[in-house]
């Protein structure tokens, strides 16, 4: 095999739709890591939230974060690339939100490298469960007014709530920043009838993670296989030279695609790198 770089989405991909991970995927990605097979993810998630389901498996490649704001080295734990939102153009942003009634959470580094997620007071229901299905979380710190200060690096500005509350917002958002900075728009896998608008970089998308991994791996990016299912996954799949996609995906995914794999539930990713182990 002359391939031995595979990047893997979590959520709908690798993830089943409980956000978890099979016996049988655990099982093969780790004999794979341990066979010399280059695997490592690509996640919307950042390292805590990932890592608290997926630390199961040995990682030992760079991890693509927060849809490519960070690379993250799994094993020392340390920032290694990344692009983030100044602090002038965070609070914009947040000001904006404040005229349409609504209050993001804003995800970030601080001096340290360390992850933090700050928000004003939770009353809205989508913001609520969001925290929820975080318990004990050590990132998250309520503000009595929510502000980027200059030594942070914004990594996402992420609003919750319906498509009509936050389709205006994102309109006028890109209408002041228009290419300066990265709108991702999708519905929420876990919270019904909502969902997530996140604003970062500009070169904060999976497509530009991609391609730093391929440095960091020495490998082009024709030579990566990727696995995918959802919108945010397109710049994985416009630059890898294999496309797989999970039966569950999206319709835009699945015309991008090399190959069609079994879905999420069925451990499509899982299987298909069976194959390659010796």
Known sequence: MTNKHFLTDLDGTLLRSDATLSDYT?????????????????????YISSNNIVSVIPWKYPIILYNGAVILDPITQKVIDGCWLDSDTSNEIIHLGREHKLLPFLFALDEEDKERVLH???????????????????????????????TFRTLIIAYIGLFEELEPLMTEVQHKFGNEIHTHFMKDSYIKNHYFLEFSHKEANKREGLRKWSKLMQCKPHELTVFGDHLNDVGLFEEAGTRIAVSNAHPTIIEMSTLVVESNDNNGVAAYLEQFIN
Request: proline content about 4%.
């Open 26 to 46: 655990i099982s093969i990605i780790t004999d794979a890591l341990s066979k010399g097979i280059m695997i490592s993810y690509a996640t919307a998630r950042s």
């Open 120 to 150: 004003e007071e939770l009353v809205r229901e989508g913001d609520l469960q969001f925290y929820r299905s975080r318990p004990n979380d050590p990132r998250f710190g309520q503000l009595q007014q929510l502000e980027c200060i200059d």
